[in-house]
């Protein structure tokens, strides 16, 4: 029997009711007056709250929050400070499995303010070794690293017409890639990492995902092999109906996906919530180790949307499916199916019992901020805040729930572009410069205040741009700490 790892919406934020009531006191733990050397003696300086933020942090919202009873597990109480084996032990999902504890980790490289004196060029050289030209990529990322300006620097950007001939540069660097009989993969995720032109990306995917053989001539063999082959497990799997499937799992992928992206017109229509169905249940009866777990519904959508923009014009987004002949539709449908049983493949531990690979992303993940922001990372101790309650979702479901589907997309092209490590450590150091991005908000903040902004981040307006910055600030991270010992192991 396929078990099934359900999971709360929160994607890992468990909560119990309170035995007082809705009420309860209990809700923020009190605060100690003992100071130590950690302790926030004042904030840093003011900064407008955006309306998103003023409409999470206010009252109403809290009071939202405790009238529904549910109270965070961790940080109910001050004292001592537990391990996160400790914290682990208490909750009564499957993440009963015993943690060794990690290495000491060493003194932090530099201090933030060391950091910032430093231009990006003295921080990365010598620290890690770039399987490209490093000064060649900066100038074709969209914007430039010149010395003693920050990365976030808005004269870094390139005009709107340097960006037009940058653009048609790389297209036409992308198109002589791709006409070669056999495909250099090193020049191809040299140049995929800042990005892949909307009309190369499907088959860029494919190539980098390693669906797509490298070598032309046999190509039309394979993929007709393995479309053939998703399409036969299909027939088989669906041969007596629906109702002999297994319910449990059947019924759990049917609700997850009738709420996958609800503001995305795409993911509305019967004909792409079909498709999504039979993915996901041939992908788990595929996988019995592993089972369906609620959130790989999510990393399935970036491939459906991509591999459907190969074979329409205009948006995806707000397409019928229903509009394509059933052969062109089985085609995105197999595709898709192979290339998230690739993805997938890569970060297994996430999704085997009691989900290993994401309690070390989350260890990995605390380490890190430790080192870029002290700062943060004691006023997230101080206040009693667990990196669980809010980090799970991040990567359980590759921080699809921060970002729109388009931006997910962009920072695929680069996780790809990474390697087989780009879903699972490249990632964490994307997790980690997003964290620090709102440092100076979350440095003002307390528990209740902390827990409900970093469960609904004011990204949708987000760009490209932003994307971006926040993929070359993981990169300089990386390459400062890569290397480091105990570190991402």
Partial sequence: MIEIKKKDDNMGFVFFRDEKGPYSENLRPEKSDKKGPNTREEARPPVEASR??????????????????????????????????????????????????????????????????????????????????????KKELGFGLPKNKEITDIHNFLSLEEQSSLLEKRVERFSQILEETSIDLNTLRKYAWNGIPDQFRPIVWKLLMGYLPCNVSRREAALSRKRNEYLESVSQTYEKGIKELDQAIW???????????????????????????????????????????QGINDLVTPFFQVFLSEYIDGDPEIYDPSNLPKDTLDIIEADTFWCISKLLDSIQDNYIFAQPGIHRQIINLKELITRIDHQLSNHLEEEGVEYIQFSFRWMNCMLMREMSVKNTIRMWDTYMAEGQSGFSDFHVYVCAAFLVKWSSQLLKMEFQEIIIFLQSLPTQHWTYKDIEILLSEAFLWKSIFSGAKAHLR
């Fill in 52 to 137: 998103a933020r003023k409409s999470l942090l206010s009252s109403k919202s809290l009071y939202n929050f405790q009238s529904k009873g549910m109270i965070p597990l961790a940080g109910l109480c001050r004292g001592n400070s537990s391990s996160f084996s400790d914290y682990i032990s208490q909750t009564n999902d499957d993440w009963g499995v015993d943690i060794e504890d990690e290495e000491e980790f060493l003194q932090p490289f530099k201090t933030k303010t060391e950091l910032s004196e430093l231009s990006v060029y003295d921080r990365i050289s010598g620290a890690f070794e770039a399987p490209f030209d490093l000064n060649e990529e």
């Fill in 251 to 293: 019924h759990q992928i049917h609700i997850d996906v009738l709420r996958t992206n609800p503001t995305i017109k795409l993911y509305q229509y019967e004909t792409t919530q079909k498709c999504l169905e039979k993915i996901l249940y041939v992908w788990v009866i595929r996988h019995p180790a592993s089972g369906y777990v």
